[in-house]
């Protein structure tokens, strides 16, 4: 096993790849009562087309959500209510590129693991199950698609993006939903399910050698082949300039994005996130010229917010909230964008927004969770999220403008409303 200090942080990672391609993370806390488990796999909302046996499949757009929910499921019950009355707080969720389950508990910690790791990687679905399921999840997305929020997201990725499976919901549909059977779901997990495409990270005070040999116990000794996936050629342009639509809302919202050019795998990954996160900062934060004189005019309330995403092949800075004059705001954003370019950030604004980033990044150490889910997505993407201040060494007040001036732009710009229902 692997050991590997990160003395600018003061953290220490053992890992472990095991024969049948699991990766293992253990990041040690000596002293805390609270242990933290999270075991995941590469497959998410977006993995919708992929190639198995040298042919391409199309899948029902949610079955990733879907296969979480019945992943719970085994020939003796229920995996969650198993975990809780031994005292542990499990839970699971699905993103657009990966599935992840997890616990915290403070005892019989490596009881807690076998039983996540079992119920994870041995299905037990039947046509009766997944059917009863349809309703359930049916509902949720119903009760999802009559947010507002959410349908001002979702107009503006279907404005952005044309063939990106970014586009796509990662509940799916009502009517997608309706296609999944125990044999889909049988099926993806034999693809994805698989130790060679999953990791599992402890965090807590643990023996990083116990939760190596729990794991080589309990999961298959093969892995799987690399699965490979599409999801979609995206062109530069955007899909669509402006979406709109009617709902019960009592006063305008809006989202405008911006159609950025994606990172690639690797460390150029972990640095575009930091650039992205920070150029949002200094262009739309709180604290901003153009928040601090929209809001004077009246065109911005404090709903106003934006940030800055990744996902497999896209990514896209956005900001909205409530305002009667959407087109205004969202031409202020791209003009604030020009004028910081023409003119330069300042200096000292520059260096706060700097010193925030990295803070918060600090600050993120402090919780388990996402220690774990860091490590999970940098493994992923093929970067070390823990060498995050060897990233922000490299990064300049030059990188911050060249992102401004490329990405946030006219062309690229898309603009989605919700307005009140007409009487």
């Not at 640095?271 to 150029?279: E, F, P, Q």
């Amino acid at each position: 096993m692997k050991q590997k200090f990160y003395e600018r942080i003061g953290e220490s990672v053992y890992s472990e790849r095991l024969p049948n391609g699991l990766e293992i993370r253990v990041v040690p806390k000596p002293g805390y009562v609270k242990k933290y488990a999270f075991f995941a796999t590469r497959y998410g909302g977006m993995d919708t087309r992929f190639r198995l046996n040298g042919q391409w499949l199309d899948t029902p757009a949610g079955i990733a959500h879907y296969l979480e929910h019945k992943m719970f499921d085994t020939k003796e019950g229920n995996a969650l209510q198993k975990l809780a009355k031994n005292g542990a707080e499990p839970n699971a969720f699905t993103s657009n590129a990966m599935t992840g389950y997890y616990f915290d508990s403070t005892d019989h910690f490596e009881e807690n693991l076998e039983i996540l790791l079992s119920f994870v990687s041995i299905p037990y679905f039947t046509e009766e199950s997944v059917a009863k399921e349809q309703g359930i999840i049916g509902q949720e997305i119903r009760m999802i698609e009559d947010n507002p929020d959410w349908q001002l997201y979702m107009g503006m990725l279907r404005g952005l993006y044309s063939t990106s499976s970014a586009r796509t919901a990662i509940a799916g549909t009502v009517e997608s939903i309706s296609h999944i059977t125990a044999e889909t779901l049988y099926d993806c997990h034999k693809a994805f399910y698989t130790p060679s495409n999953m990791i599992l990270t402890v965090v807590g005070d643990v023996d990083p050698v116990r939760v190596v040999d729990l794991a080589r116990h309990v999961l298959p000794r093969e892995g799987g082949p690399a699965i490979p996936r599409d999801h979609g050629t995206e062109p530069a342009e955007v899909a669509q300039r402006e979406t709109r639509m009617e709902m019960e809302v009592s006063c305008p919202q809006f989202l405008a994005g911006f159609k950025c050019a994606p990172a690639a795998e690797g460390e150029d990954y972990l640095r575009l996130a930091a650039i992205g996160d920070m150029a949002c900062d200094i262009l739309l934060g709180d604290s901003s010229p153009l928040y601090l004189r929209l809001y004077d005019q009246g065109l911005i309330n404090t709903s106003f917010g934006g940030a800055f995403e990744m996902m497999p092949g896209v990514a896209y800075l956005y900001a909205g909230g409530d305002s009667k004059d959407a087109r205004t705001v969202a031409e202020e954003i791209r003009k604030e964008a020009v004028r910081l370019v023409m003119e330069g950030i300042d200096e000292g604004f520059y260096q706060r927004v700097r010193r925030s980033a990295f803070g918060e990044n600090l600050r993120g150490l402090n919780s388990f969770e996402n220690i774990a889910v860091s490590l999970t997505e940098g493994y992923f993407h093929g970067y070390d999220p823990l060498r995050f201040p060897q990233v922000f060494d490299t990064i300049t007040k030059d990188d911050i403008t060249a992102f401004l001036r490329d990405n946030i732009t006219g062309d690229r710009m898309v603009l989605s409303e919700i307005v009140p229902r007409e009487a």
